[in-house]
């Protein structure tokens, strides 16, 4: 039983680790410069959208908001396409996206979606949202939890064996005299 806990633990939490890495690993391919698209998102989006993508007059960015009558808000082309052509009648929001193509370059669009994605994947330095930061605290307290449960119960059954022999010296001990 203990070999199995000692084993199983650390396989559980590694497998956890893994699947994160993986999971954050595997993203599609940016169809434009973050670093550039940060610089034309600061001198043209930050007036509706905040300086952190937090929202405001706009929709939040970070993490992407899910408006109606959109499938993944994270999709590339959905991104260039509302940039591109505006978008307006949202709940919630009483101004319209305005069109950017003729003040924007189609490169530039591109990069301000790329902005828009690379801080979204970015999670927790971009910003965690309270239901991220619940689970992942839930996890960590689990974890925590299950270790101390471990240790406890190697250190009773390292103290039981310690009894024992003390036991069985004592009882040594008065059966020679």
Not at 9 to 33: D, Q, R
Not at 123 to 144: Q, Y
């Amino acid at each position: 039983m203990t070999a199995a806990l000692a084993i199983a633990l650390p396989v559980l939490v590694g497998a956890w680790t893994l699947t994160a890495v993986f999971a954050a690993g595997s993203s599609t391919a940016l169809p434009g410069n973050p670093a550039a698209g940060a610089t034309v998102f600061s001198q043209n989006c930050t007036a509706c959208h905040g300086a952190n993508l937090e929202g405001g007059v706009g929709p939040r960015l970070n993490p992407l908001t899910q408006l109606p009558g959109v499938k993944n808000p994270k999709d590339p082309n959905y991104l260039i396409h509302t940039i591109t052509t505006g978008r307006s009648g949202d709940p919630g929001f009483s101004a319209a996206m305005p069109s950017f193509a003729g003040t924007l370059s189609a490169q530039n669009i591109k990069d301000v979606a790329s902005f828009i994605l690379q801080q979204n994947a970015a999670g927790a330095a971009a910003g965690l949202t309270p239901e991220d930061l619940a689970r992942s605290t839930v996890f960590w307290i689990t974890v925590a939890i299950a270790i101390m449960v471990f240790l406890t119960y190697l250190l009773s059954r390292y103290n039981m064996r310690w009894i024992d022999r003390r036991a069985a010296a004592r009882r040594d001990r008065e059966g020679r005299s």
